[in-house]
Nanobody, 122 residues
Framework: VQLQASGGGLVQAGGSLRLSCAASGLTFSNYGMGWLRQAPGKEREFVAA????????AYGDSVEGRFAISRDIAKNTVYLQMNSLTPEDTAVYYC????????????????WGQGTQVTVSS
């Protein structure tokens, strides 16, 4: 099983990025997917999640209205569209998965990708 995150980079404040997380070795449609992030010196923070059925999503308070999570079953990929980025969004972003996972900020995950760095300059 592998989760491969990509799409991070350096962007100016107000800009956009789209992160991708390609999953392999699992039945993607059975997995809830999440994005979490960790900035230096801070605890890991919930960003967004989509349920295993794809019918529901959830967002952290700090990204609500700016970020959008989606998935493409055919490509075994989950996306995080990030708009109106601010320097406070600078962090390593991780995708994660759990079989039959829900779109809850409290959802725990047992599969993790390697992380992709997002840096927002002011």
């Amino acid at each position: 099983v592998q989760l491969q995150a990509s799409g991070g980079g350096l962007v100016q404040a107000g800009g956009s990025l789209r992160l991708s997380c390609a999953a392999s070795g699992l039945t993607f449609s059975n997995y809830g997917m999440g994005w979490l992030r960790q900035a230096p010196g801070k605890e890991r923070e919930f960003v967004a999640a989509i349920s295993w059925s794809g019918s529901s999503t959830a967002y952290g308070d700090s990204v609500e209205g700016r970020f959008a999570i989606s998935r493409d079953i055919a490509k075994n990929t989950v996306y995080l569209q990030m708009n109106s980025l601010t320097p406070e969004d600078t962090a390593v972003y991780y995708c994660a998965a759990r079989k039959w996972g829900r779109s809850s900020p409290a959802q725990t995950y047992n599969l993790w990708g390697q992380g992709t760095q997002v840096t927002v300059s002011s």
